[in-house]
């Protein structure tokens, strides 16, 4: 079974830039989350979906950030413009729908630099 | 007072040796208890989890959870430097809920 695929693995940008990461979540897998992983920080929940809609978005900083699922598979994170305190580990995990749905699988993520 | 507290360490210890890693929570709501193992430059992957209270072992892994404490443990027997990563606890509410993590502890095992 293939995992959670991230790309690019690696970013650096400056600051005011802008710049896009992909997911593709483990196939049948409804549920895609994007958390941020600052150095020395556990990941910390951006934005959950289910299928192709918004469950929870309440930690995302909706002014510079923006994310999409639009036909329910593949994902899209998006900062513009890029702050330095941006810089992170962007992290895409799935997981099933159900009772199992506590078991979430996590890509390799996103390293993005802002200088 | 953050959800979920966990010590980063490092931790460092001698091969064979016996590791104990820890968190506490606040939120009683939490019903699923996970640890993920994190090697460099990796994404977390799910080592265990327990629903509840109680005890659960997997091979040289044994996780436990005392929710009237607040308090989960990743035991580690016969520790090998192959398990040389960040531990992160990880928590959720029941229903599809995205997860909390501690900070993660930084452990070496030294040859």
């Known amino acids: 079974e293939a995992g959670v695929a991230q790309s690019p693995r690696y970013k650096i940008i400056e600051k005011r830039q802008s710049v896009a990461f992909w997911c593709n979540p483990i196939?049948?897998?409804?549920?895609l989350y994007w958390y941020q992983q600052i150095l020395g920080q556990g990941p910390k929940l951006l934005i959950q979906f289910q299928n192709n809609g918004v469950v929870d978005d309440s930690q995302l900083p909706k002014d510079r950030f923006s994310a999409e699922r639009l036909k329910g598979v593949d994902s899209t994170l998006k900062i513009q413009p890029a702050k330095l305190e941006d810089s992170a580990v962007y992290l895409c995990?799935?997981?099933?729908?159900?009772?199992?749905?506590?078991?979430?699988?996590f890509g390799p993520g996103t390293r993005l630099t802002v200088t | 007072q953050k959800e979920v507290e966990q010590d980063p360490g490092p931790l460092s210890v001698p091969e064979g040796a016996i590791v104990s890693l820890n968190c506490t929570y606040s939120?009683?709501?939490?019903?699923?208890f996970m640890w993920y193992r994190q090697y460099s430059r990796k994404g977390p992957e799910l080592l265990m989890y327990t629903y509840s209270s109680g005890n659960k072992e997997d091979g040289r892994f044994t996780a436990q959870v005392d929710k009237s404490s607040k308090y989960i443990s990743l035991f580690i027997r016969d520790s090998q430097p192959s398990d040389s990563a960040t531990y992160l606890c990880a928590m959720s509410r029941p229903g599809n809920t995205p997860l909390v993590f501690g900070k993660g502890t930084r452990l070496s095992v030294i040859a």
């Open positions: 196939s049948g897998h409804a549920t």
């Open positions: 995990a799935s997981s099933l729908v159900g009772p199992s749905s506590y078991e979430q699988y």
């Open positions: 939120n009683s709501a939490f019903q699923y």
